[in-house]
């Protein structure tokens, strides 16, 4: 029996119909969504050799964003360029991305924390962990509800100490969700990653094709946020 990790970081859930209409009708979401795929592939691969590794680790949750999808390389998400900047600030980590494209919180629960408590249990312990989570969520109606409840859940099962992003949707269950997080910070349990206060004031010219998710620039925004939260030198907003 193999004794080496296995995860993949491909969602279980097809895409709904109005995503899927939405690829049919609209060449840039066809672009975006074809990434989906080959983006998974390239950190299950990366993933990989991560593990056969030693130095700090470096455990990513989240959804398409942590992948890095709409970027114009796997490793050009914010993920990437947080990793650049963690190692010219003399703090280089090697990364496992558990992300998977169109995850919701309810997902990452059973999914994601389930691996990373295997990965602690052989052995490998996480240096830094974060957290992007909730977009999928709270952009449809049907998902909103009890969102921060759901927040609450994930966190009571997160390592002290995880970098989670706050969501900077005005909807007042993404209000609620960042009300849970000013919270949880205050009591010393987690550091907020302040998409908020700190991400890019505008994102023209910052989207991918498909208009939703980030590009280059937009994920240099999101590392910038992460770089403040981790005390970096600070990379461009």
């Known amino acids: 029996m193999s004794t080496a990790f296995e995860y993949d970081n491909l969602s279980l859930r097809p895409a709904g119909p109005f995503l899927t209409a939405l690829s049919w009708a609209l060449p840039g979401v066809r672009e975006v969504r074809a990434q989906t795929v080959p983006y998974a592939a390239y950190w299950r691969e990366s993933n990989a050799a991560a593990l056969e590794q030693g130095g700090p680790l470096w455990v990513a949750l989240g959804d398409s964003m942590t992948q890095g999808i709409g970027a114009s390389a796997p490793d050009r998400g914010y993920v990437g ?13 090697r990364v496992v991305n558990l992300s998977v494209t169109g995850a919701r919180v309810h997902d990452l629960v059973v999914h994601q924390l389930p691996a990373l408590e295997e990965l602690v249990a052989r052995g490998q312990v996480p240096d830094l962990l974060t957290v992007v989570i909730g977009s999928n969520d709270v952009v449809a109606p049907r998902n909103r509800a009890g969102l921060a409840e759901r927040f609450e859940a994930m966190l009571d099962r997160l390592p002290r100490g995880a970098v989670v992003a706050n969501l900077p949707n005005p909807q007042s269950e993404a209000r609620r969700v960042c009300a849970v997080l000013r919270d949880r910070a205050a009591r010393g349990e987690l ?8 991400g890019p004031r505008s994102w023209r010219g910052r989207l991918a094709a498909d208009k939703f998710h980030p590009n280059d620039a937009g994920y240099a925004g999101m590392a910038h946020v992460f770089d403040i939260a981790l005390g970096l030198p600070e990379g461009p907003a």
């Open 191 to 198: 550091v907020v990653a302040d998409i908020r206060a700190h």
């Open 81 to 93: 360029q947080l990793g650049d900047h963690l190692a010219a600030a003399g703090r280089p980590h």
